[in-house]
Nanobody, 117 residues
Framework: QVQLVESGGDLVQPGESLRLSCVAS????????MEWYRQAPGEPREMVAT???????KYADSVKGRFTISRDNAKNTVFLQMNSLKPEDTAVYTC???????????WGQGTQVTVSS
């Protein structure tokens, strides 16, 4: 059974850090592009960061310099290190595994990140 399970979401104050994890099971991520998305209440889902199987990364302008995506293929896990968090980072963060050649994409259930004083 293919599954992506996110963890690490929490309630934090502005300026603090969080590290999200996304563990895959039922498939191996090594040949998938891994992605983090977020969706705030009343807003459309937006791409936060992506990392290819060659570890090429891409970030939304709003998180550049603050967030870092990484992957550990041996652990079948992708991470999102979030520093200098802002209230506008509050959202449900969801990871995705995408393999373009087969038009294949899997989604996790999401983890809540709330940034508030």
């Amino acid at each position: 059974q293919v599954q992506l399970v996110e963890s690490g979401g929490d309630l934090v104050q502005p300026g603090e850090s969080l590290r999200l994890s996304c563990v895959a099971s039922g498939f191996e991520i090594y040949n998938f592009q891994m992605e983090w998305y977020r969706q705030a209440p009343g807003e459309p889902r937006e791409m936060v960061a992506t990392i290819t199987n060659n570890k090429i990364t891409k970030y939304a302008d709003s998180v550049k310099g603050r967030f870092t995506i990484s992957r550990d293929n041996a652990k079948n896990t992708v991470f999102l290190q979030m520093n200098s968090l802002k209230p506008e980072d509050t959202a449900v963060y969801t990871c995705s595994a995408r393999r373009f050649v087969f038009n294949e994409q899997y989604w996790g259930q999401g983890t809540q990140v709330t940034v508030s004083s």
